[in-house]
């Protein structure tokens, strides 16, 4: 049997992790089986295994895939920022930000067990996409806050990336919390994703 190319075998892993994104729209996390992960993809289940022991290596490559798109929007940003007025810097970091819901449900919901069950060498370079993205953050706010202490830009960022992994809930309520909430006299929280994550930015840009 012939061997397939670097190219071929990187659309496999694409293919792969494509399928995972779309059960994890309409299933639950522990539903994710890779049975039905290889049921979306166009190669056999055993050649799944030649990428991913199991469903959570696929799920922590999605979310890995979602932080380096998110790192490339945060690039851009650097590129046009300088300048920026605290308000417009916040609003354009929530831009970036808002498009990255299966990211920001990730970080809320799951991100521990996959990081748990997979295997170190898929954990490795999980971290190392995160790191570029935190990178990729600090160089918005430096070029953004040229007078800003080296300090003070890992301050934000380290205020900001734990934050956003817990705005995803705010922002989407499921019917049963919902009805939990009018049960015991609790108002859910009205805002979108787009208008919590660019108050919490603004509010860090604007502190002392």
Not at 41 to 63: I, W
Not at 76 to 98: N, P, S
Not at 108 to 113: G, P, Q, R, T, V
Request: hydrophobic share 45%.
């Amino acid at each position: 049997m012939p061997r397939i190319t670097q190219e071929e075998s990187e659309a496999r892993r694409e293919e792969i992790v494509d399928s995972c994104e779309r059960l994890y729209a309409s299933l639950s996390y522990r539903d994710i089986t890779m049975t039905q992960i290889a049921a979306g993809v166009s190669f056999g289940r055993a050649n799944m295994y030649n990428y991913f022991r199991c469903a959570d290596e696929v799920l922590l490559a999605l979310l890995q895939r979602e932080h380096a798109r998110w790192a490339a929007a945060l690039e851009e940003l650097a590129g046009r920022c300088a300048g920026m007025a605290d308000a417009e810097l916040a609003q354009a970091l929530a831009h970036t930000v808002e498009q990255r819901t299966t990211m920001l449900k990730m970080l809320a919901m799951n991100l521990y067990d996959m990081e748990q069950n997979s295997r170190l060498e898929r954990l490795v370079e999980f971290k190392r996409t995160y790191a570029q993205t935190m990178e990729a953050l600090r160089c918005v706010i430096g070029t953004a806050k040229p007078a800003w202490s080296e300090e003070r830009v890992s301050a934000f960022a380290f205020a900001f990336m734990p934050f956003l992994h817990g705005a995803y809930p705010y922002a989407h309520h499921t019917e049963k919390q919902e009805e939990a909430m009018r049960e015991v006299g609790v108002d859910a929280y009205s805002q979108g994703l787009f208008e919590i994550v660019r108050s919490c930015a603004f509010s860090l840009l604007q502190g002392e």
